[in-house]
Structure formats: structure tokens, C-alpha cells
């Protein structure tokens, strides 16, 4: 997970250097994603970020470690997808060239991920905004737990939404496109708290 936030996040820094792209960069990512996203945005001296949007991650386990385990695959898959009523015919179908097995050691830094949550998050300065599935079955997402986790950042912004009628991997059922259109709300008010914030706009 540090591997590939230092290497993402050097890639991004040379692009801006040699692209330059106005008000800055939006960070979207989901679930493993989701984790090496946000710790990039809690390196120091790494890319600035105007805000980060991540869903299908959390701070706690509603679940023991074990589904992690590929021998617990036929458990993984259901609380990956749960009811296939959330997706489009022939999504699996679809997807099979996209979807490959979780390398190992992924699966053994994401299993560490709830006691690395809390340093990651007090470090961040920029928005950042979660998405949990109605049906996620990975991370807790009740009232209690998300206040938990908001009060994990330190003085930076947190938006929390819950997207009904969906599992864990939101961006490829129905409800993908109203998940996507919340991402670029969310997008919005962040450009235009940079706007204010330098001064670029008047009350």
C-alpha cells in the first residue's frame, strides 16, 4: 500500500508538472483503491489535492479477516457483490476481463488497515467524501461507526452518503450513475471552496 501510493503519487506529481491543469487534482477510488488513496493523501511532500472521493472502504470490519483468505472465496463473493438484482444482465459477463484475484500482499495490507485508519486520517487536509453501499458487507457503516470515523480527521471536511440498493462494488450496478453524479457534486463544492479559500471569489 505505501509502494503504490509513493509510486501513484510521483506519477501524478510528473504529470502536473508536465500538464498543468488549472484548479488541481480530484482523487476517486474505491474499496483497496479507496485505502491507497487516502494514504497518498496523507504523505507529506506528496501531490496536493483539492479532494478525494472514496467508497467501498471504511475503519472497521463488519467481518472477521477471515473472507480475506482465498480459501474463503465462495464467502468473498457475495459480500463483493451481494444481490444480483443490484446489476445490469450480463454484468459478470461483461466483467470477466476486468475482475483478476486480489495479489496476497494486498490482502494482507488491507487486513492491517483498520489500525493504520486512524494515523492516515489525522493526517489528511483536504475534503474527503465516503460512499457505503445500503448492503456493504465488508466495513461498518452504522450510525455509530461513522461518527466514529469522522472523528477520526482532524480539521479537514468529511461527507459520509449512503446509496441505497446496492452492494460493495457500486460503480457496476444501476445505481452507478447516480453514485458517479454524487461524486461530481461533491467535485463542485470542493472547487469552490478552493475558489474562496484564494480569495477568487466575493461574497
Not at 149 to 157: A, H, I, T, V, W
Not at 173 to 180: I, L, P, V
Request: glycine share 10%; charged share 20%; hydrophobic share 45%.
Amino acid at each position: 500500500m505505501d509502494d503504490q501510493a509513493t509510486a501513484i503519487g510521483e506519477a501524478l506529481e510528473d504529470f502536473v508538472r508536465n500538464h498543468p491543469i488549472g484548479a488541481g487534482l480530484f482523487l476517486l477510488a474505491h474499496s483497496y483503491g479507496g485505502a491507497v488513496a487516502l494514504t497518498m493523501a496523507s504523505n507529506a511532500g506528496g501531490p496536493s489535492f483539492i479532494g478525494i472521493d472514496v467508497s467501498g472502504i471504511g475503519h472497521e470490519f463488519a467481518v472477521g479477516a477471515a473472507p480475506l483468505d482465498r480459501s474463503h472465496a465462495d464467502l468473498a463473493w457475495p459480500m463483493n457483490w451481494g444481490k444480483l438484482s443490484f446489476y445490469p444482465p450480463r454484468t459478470f459477463t461483461f466483467a470477466v476481463g476486468m475482475v483478476a484475484e486480489v495479489p496476497a500482499c494486498e490482502l494482507d495490507d488491507i487486513a492491517g488497515w483498520p489500525e493504520r485508519f486512524s494515523l492516515v486520517a489525522e493526517r489528511i487536509g483536504t475534503p474527503v467524501r465516503f460512499t457505503f453501499a445500503e448492503y456493504e458487507q465488508w466495513w461498518i457503516h452504522d450510525d455509530d461507526a461513522l461518527d466514529v470515523l469522522r472523528s477520526r480527521f482532524g480539521s479537514c471536511r468529511v461527507s459520509i452518503d449512503v446509496l441505497p440498493q446496492t452492494g460493495h462494488n457500486i460503480s457496476l450496478g444501476w445505481t452507478a450513475a447516480a453514485y458517479h453524479l454524487k461524486a461530481l457534486a461533491f467535485l463542485e463544492e470542493c472547487l469552490g471552496e478552493r475558489a474562496s479559500n484564494s480569495g477568487l471569489r466575493t461574497a
